[in-house]
């Protein structure tokens, strides 16, 4: 049955499970080294932009094997169709514009959150840079920093999260997918947990990214960074309308 997936997804799909397995079991490193720092962070490398979406939770947090699990059945149930819709360059463009589209909106709201963060540590007179090189992944060093008071010791907590917290995995690439997904067919219906019936897609994509920007933008996203999820399925959308026109043309 595998080897009926077209040759992209297939392979996609393949690379993001040897790449978790390696890193887990062989080579845990790589989690500093590939998956997705914000840029002006420490631990921050350019080849994160592209690694980042192979690079999933670790076996050992609670949820980890779910992570790779979901977005792989994701990419398995919506990839062959838009593969053989769009052919292979242009799904291929589709799947890595998505996750550079995730990487940059989720990148461009930790900008805003660290200018806020910065601005509060200058506003009680402490310096954001003291943090900085403490964030640093091989940092051996102390982290004792200026600040004593409540509202400096969470600002600098906040901060040091942001620089040393990496984003990781497939989603905002497999967004993208499902959204392009929605546009090109968008009265396919699925069926989903907790619905008891089927459900167009072109009705359920957008209550999915109106809670993700919701979820993203309160800070109650536990962890999962929503507002990737946001990004890719934007650029999924917006390549996808712009194909729709002319499918028949190059199909």
């Known amino acids: 049955m595998f080897n009926n997936i077209p040759p992209i997804t297939r392979n996609l ?33 350019s080849w994160q932009i592209i690694t ?7 076996l050992k947090e609670s949820g980890g094997i779910m992570h790779i699990l979901f977005n792989m059945f994701t990419l398995f149930s919506f990839g062959p169709i838009l ?39 200058q506003s009680l007179g402490l310096n954001a840079s003291e943090i900085y090189p403490k964030a640093a992944i091989d940092y051996l060093g102390d982290l004792k920093i200026s600040a004593t008071t409540a509202e400096g010791l969470e600002l600098s907590s906040r901060y040091y999260t942001l620089l040393k917290s990496p984003m990781l995995g497939a989603s905002g690439a497999i967004f993208g997918v499902v959204a392009a997904f929605a546009t090109l067919y968008p009265d396919s219906k699925i069926g989903i947990m907790f619905i008891p019936v089927p459900i167009k897609v072109k009705y359920l994509l957008p209550i999915i990214v109106v809670v993700s920007v919701y979820l993203g933008l309160s800070g109650n996203g536990g962890g ?14 917006l390549l996808a309308l712009s194909w729709k026109k002319h499918l028949y043309r190059f199909n």
Do not use: D
């Open 13 to 45: 799909i393949i690379i993001n499970v040897i790449v978790y397995l390696v890193a887990n079991f062989l080579l845990p490193n790589l989690y500093n080294t590939l998956s997705g720092f914000y840029p002006f962070s420490p631990n921050f490398e």
């Open 52 to 58: 980042h979406m192979f690079m999933h939770a670790p």
């Open 83 to 121: 593969e053989q819709t769009l052919g292979e360059k242009k799904y291929l463009i589709l799947y890595f514009a998505s996750g550079l589209g995730s990487f940059f909106l989720f990148n461009l709201w930790n900008f805003v959150e660290a200018q806020q963060i910065i601005s509060g540590l």
């Open 224 to 237: 999962i960074a929503h507002l990737a999820h946001v990004g890719g399925a934007l650029v999924g959308w």
